[in-house]
């Protein structure tokens, strides 16, 4: 879904990963992009498709330090995003005798909204062999390893042209991922282990280098964010939050909660509590998870009719959250297709 107007120079590498898609085992023969599959794979870093890039995005940086003008440059890294292919070395790094895969108490899915099930059983890889999992696990900490070898030479690569300090750095990732957690594997889900996303924030203006917030934060903060801290004004109609007062005092809580959706579900997490509600206003089912008790989100505190004292009022905030989110933009011209969509109200 990119938008060709976005950029003024494209480069799409081709590495040896994609040669070698032959060699690569899958669960389901064939399938790479939305199924568990891995290659432990012969040559160098800088054969892969993100090892190009990772040099591609060196040559950038120095003929932007050669020229002095100021840049954006968006760097996506595949890996860790199946099919798992890195060189071998990163495999070694994780023998499978030493791999715990996550397991789920036998009547969790009982504890679920039948479209939470659906989430986390609608592959056919919900199911694997103790071998298969550490086999799949191997794989995706080998690609992590990778991925983090490629951002370190682009770093790496700043710093050599002297642009370090006046340059600010973004990582982050499009979704979160489950490693066998709930039963389920990669992604599509409103548990914290796919909604959930690196973010780290490194150059000019940030003080609070080295520091750890806990204020929640949605993606679409990251564009008022990076403009704050680069001096370019926002648009008024711009939804998202500057993090900026986050990255100058690590305690400062830009939002009360972070809301995601998936399918006909929303979910919506705090400091403390992730509530899910399925279906309009819940109809389908809600989840109610305490964090400080429930880090790994197992014990659905909604479960079989149960209630609980924060249900209601997370369940308005949530509500508001998805109004808010639908309203349209102030001074944008909306598409048809969305004036026409009926947006689910509060008091519907």
């Known amino acids: 879904h990119d938008d060709p107007y976005s950029w003024n120079y494209t480069i799409n590498p081709r590495g040896r990963d994609k040669e070698d898609e032959s060699q690569i085992f899958s669960l389901v023969p064939g399938s790479f992009g939305g199924t568990l599959s891995w290659l432990a794979a012969d040559g160098t870093d800088e054969e892969q498709t993100d090892g190009i890039a990772a040099t591609e995005a060196a040559e950038q940086l120095q ?5 002095k003008r100021p840049f954006f440059l968006a760097v996506g890294l595949f890996r860790p995003h ?3 292919v890195a060189p071998k070395k990163y495999f070694d790094m994780y023998p499978r005798e030493n ?3 996550p397991n789920v108490p036998d009547d969790y899915l009982e504890t679920l909204p039948a479209d939470a099930v659906k989430s986390i059983t609608r592959k056919v890889q919900h199911q694997l062999t103790d071998d298969m999992a550490r086999q799949a696990m191997q794989a995706y900490y080998a690609s992590i390893t990778f991925a983090d070898a490629q951002v370190g030479r682009i770093l790496d690569a700043l710093e050599a042209n ?3 300090e006046n340059t600010v750095v973004l990582f982050t990732s499009d979704h979160g991922y489950h490693m066998g957690e709930h039963g389920h594997w990669q992604k599509t889900t409103l548990f914290e282990n796919a909604a959930r996303v690196p973010l780290i924030l490194a150059g000019p203006g940030i003080t609070a280098q080295g520091q750890k917030a806990s204020s929640p934060v949605e993606m679409v903060d990251f564009y008022p964010t990076l403009t704050e801290l680069c001096g370019v004004a926002s648009p008024k109609y711009i939804s998202g939050k500057s993090l900026v007062p986050t990255l100058v005092d690590s ?3 830009v939002r009360e909660s972070a809301l995601t959706q998936y399918a006909n579900g929303y979910s919506v997490v705090t400091n403390r509590f992730r509530y899910t509600a399925w279906g309009e206003d819940g109809a389908a089912g809600a989840e109610l998870y305490d964090h400080h008790t429930d880090p790994d989100e197992l014990v659905n505190l909604l ?7 924060q249900a209601a009022d997370l369940a308005k905030l949530l509500q508001a ?7 349209p933009p102030v ?5 048809r297709a969305d004036i026409q969509r009926k947006v689910p109200q509060p008091n519907d």
């Open 303 to 309: 479960a079989n009719g149960e209630q609980h004292p």
């Open 99 to 101: 791999i715990h895969v």
């Open 162 to 164: 002297g642009l370090s």
């Open 82 to 84: 199946t099919p798992y």
């Open 63 to 67: 003929r932007f330090a050669e020229s």
């Open 321 to 327: 959250r998805v109004a808010r989110a639908a309203e």
């Open 251 to 253: 305690k400062h809580q």
């Open 331 to 335: 001074g944008v011209r909306q598409n």
